[in-house]
């Protein structure tokens, strides 16, 4: 898994966030919303186009009390190209579908976020305007990859399914070949094999079973033969 720039813990930070394109959903318009075609806002507030300035521009919902705070469906497009679409909550990032491009890197993740963090359920793309290389799909928690989920590589294979933690293989997950069948089936610390597991070869043949340290065999365990 490939470490890059928006996996930082400061992301979603305006200085480091994409141009106008997102998915054909929920892309950025240039020009004002028609009223037809507003969501819904929350009571108290109204829909408005202002410039945060030196950051950028938002279009959206803000609540009128609290001095135009961003609350309700909007989205900000951040003077160095990056930006977010979805649901905003007292001025941050927040609800059940947000989609955030980073001009930085060219990904896009689209799900859910709490106050101001990818956390939750859904989909990142390493490359975000075509959305046909590596990708992740499952659990976040404050902006990393977390819980179960599975990573696939550009040709659509799966490359790993199972638990993470901090953007890392942590907990019971499974590896596969490059032809589908599984590698490695046990568990996991920081990204390196330790405890029970499992190897297979690629044509499908058990190869060993038993513990694992350091993503090495050490302990009790049975190899076996070609």
């Not at 599984?182 to 079973?209: C, H, M, P, Q, V």
Request: proline share 4%; with cysteine.
């Amino acid at each position: 898994v490939r470490q890059d720039g928006f996996l930082a813990h400061n992301h979603y930070q305006p200085h480091d966030v994409s141009k106008s394109l997102t998915s054909t959903e929920f892309r950025a318009s240039v020009s004002p919303m028609s009223p037809l075609r507003r969501p819904l806002g929350p009571l108290g507030c109204e829909w408005t186009r202002i410039k945060i300035n030196p950051i950028g521009e938002y279009e959206g919902y803000v609540q009128i009390e609290s001095g135009l705070v961003p609350h309700g469906r909007g989205t900000m497009v951040w003077k160095d190209g990056n930006v977010y679409r979805g649901e905003w909550q007292n001025g941050q990032m927040h609800g059940e579908l947000g989609e955030y491009w980073s001009a930085v890197d060219e990904s896009l993740y689209r799900g859910n976020w709490y106050k101001g963090k990818r956390q939750g359920q859904g989909e990142y793309w390493l490359d975000g305007e075509n959305r046909d290389g590596e990708r992740y799909k499952g659990g976040f928690l404050d902006g990393e990859f977390s819980g179960y989920g599975e990573y696939r590589l550009k040709s659509g294979n799966i490359l790993y399914r199972g638990e993470w933690e901090h953007d890392k293989w942590c907990g019971r997950g499974i590896v596969y070949w490059r032809n589908g069948s599984i590698k490695y089936d046990g568990f996991w610390e920081n990204g390196i094999k330790n405890g029970i597991g499992t190897w297979y070869r690629s044509n499908g043949a058990l190869a060993y079973r038993g513990e694992m340290k350091d993503g090495k065999f050490h302990g009790h365990g049975k190899y076996y033969s070609p």
